[in-house]
């Protein structure tokens, strides 16, 4: 999200020097491969690093500010944590800490794959989708879109969905590849926030935002249209609903416009039961009656029921990326650190920065959670009984 991500300030009390390990039995502070040596900073029981491995081994001399914004995923079926990097590579690290195969795409991702049966479908910095073999790295298909592909797949009734940074979804058949349908909106003519919205499926819909401030819901068999709902208003910049919507029980959809903030919409019409007007917000996370939104310097959490606000964690000028939950306690990465939040109050507990910060959303397997940094080493924390930490 270039256009607003301006500068960086440190926020004090959160992160102390170049950075804070904490709860790491099996690797203190001083042990990190990221950070110089120095003295060993008091415990906080909140995860253990499990360990480590260094992905990018030459990295460019002048190099100003690295990012790795592709998620890791992991493969139950080869037990392999699969992790695309900014050097065009992506690679399969077992259990036991050590790259299993590796596979070059031959540009930058801007997002992370997905894992079923065996199989992970990537979104190639190349703008092919890949589907590989989980155990071997084996190409199975692949399908070159001629776009640059900035979310996660999805996967729904045979098919594999990704949407592009230009605006396009693209449905293909998950066996072979094979072209079954796409979905265009032109994108405005003025700036807008560098992000895109991956699909949300319920029930045989895909819903759906986009950079020129609508929602639409499309029919996953065929792309047709249901209904598409305008959520930004007039203008002609920074109109996107980058958010990748999110769904409850009682059928309410959630989504945030840049420009106009939070929305809960009814799933089957798109009429809106109410709005919160916070500008900024591009990433969601529903849960239970519960939603988590964060963006610019902020990280919020809503009544799912009528929009009121619960609590608010500012984050001065830093922006908060996609959140995930994990042990019960809320991740968030703010590029430069991890940040440990407790979901019930909004109080932060700690703030990791393994080095040079965390920009991809960490990916969580009960109490495991893998974590890229911005230097390119990924991370198995332990959440598995651990303790929160005072509360205050």
């Not at 959160?14 to 003295?39: D, I, R």
């Not at 000028?317 to 430069?336: K, S």
Request: hydrophobic share 40%; with cysteine; charged share 20%.
């Amino acid at each position: 999200m270039t256009m607003r991500l301006a500068r960086w300030k440190r926020w004090v009390g959160m992160v102390a020097g170049v950075g804070l390990l904490a709860g790491c039995a099996s690797a203190p502070l001083y042990g990190n491969p990221e950070l110089p040596a120095a003295p060993r900073q008091p415990p906080v029981d909140f995860f253990q690093v499990d360990w480590w491995t260094g992905l990018i081994d030459k990295v460019p001399l002048l190099e100003y500010s690295p990012r790795e914004p592709a998620s890791p995923v992991y493969d139950p079926e080869s037990r392999n944590v699969i992790v695309q990097t900014r050097d065009g590579y992506v690679r399969a690290v077992g259990p036991d800490a050590k790259v299993a195969w590796t596979f070059r795409t031959g540009a930058r991702a801007l997002a992370g794959g997905l894992a079923s049966e065996g199989v992970i479908y990537l979104p190639g910095g190349d703008g092919v989708l890949y589907a590989l073999d989980g155990r071997t790295g084996a190409v199975k298909w692949k399908y070159a879109t001629s776009e640059s592909l900035a979310t996660v797949p999805v996967l729904a009734d045979g098919l594999v969905l990704v949407t592009t940074d230009t605006d396009t979804v693209f449905a293909v058949k998950a066996t072979d590849g094979t072209w079954v349908w796409q979905y265009r909106r032109d994108p405005p003519s003025g700036f807008t926030v560098r992000g895109a919205s991956a699909p949300r499926v319920d029930q045989g819909t895909a819903y759906v935002g986009f950079s020129d401030g609508f929602l639409v819901a499309l029919k996953v068999d065929d792309g047709g249209v249901i209904w598409e709902k305008s959520l930004s208003g007039s203008g002609t910049e920074f109109l996107d609903v980058d958010t990748t919507p999110a769904l409850d029980s009682a059928g309410r959809l959630y989504v945030a416009s840049y420009k106009n903030g939070l929305y809960a919409l009814e799933a089957d019409t798109g009429a809106v039961i109410w709005n919160a007007s916070v500008g900024g917000l591009t990433s969601l996370l529903a849960r239970g009656e519960v939603v988590f939104a964060t963006g610019d310097g902020r990280v919020d959490a809503y009544l799912g029921e009528t929009g009121k606000l619960i609590w608010s964690l500012p984050l001065k000028d830093r922006t908060a990326l996609a959140p995930v939950l994990a042990r019960g306690m809320l991740l968030v990465p703010n590029e430069r650190a991890l940040l440990f939040v407790d979901p019930t109050t909004g109080k932060s507990r700690m703030a990791w920065n393994p080095g040079v910060g965390i920009s991809a959303p960490p990916f969580v397997v009960g109490s495991r959670v893998y974590v890229l940094s911005n230097n390119a080493y990924l991370y198995a924390l332990d959440m598995n009984d651990v303790k929160k930490g005072p509360r205050g």
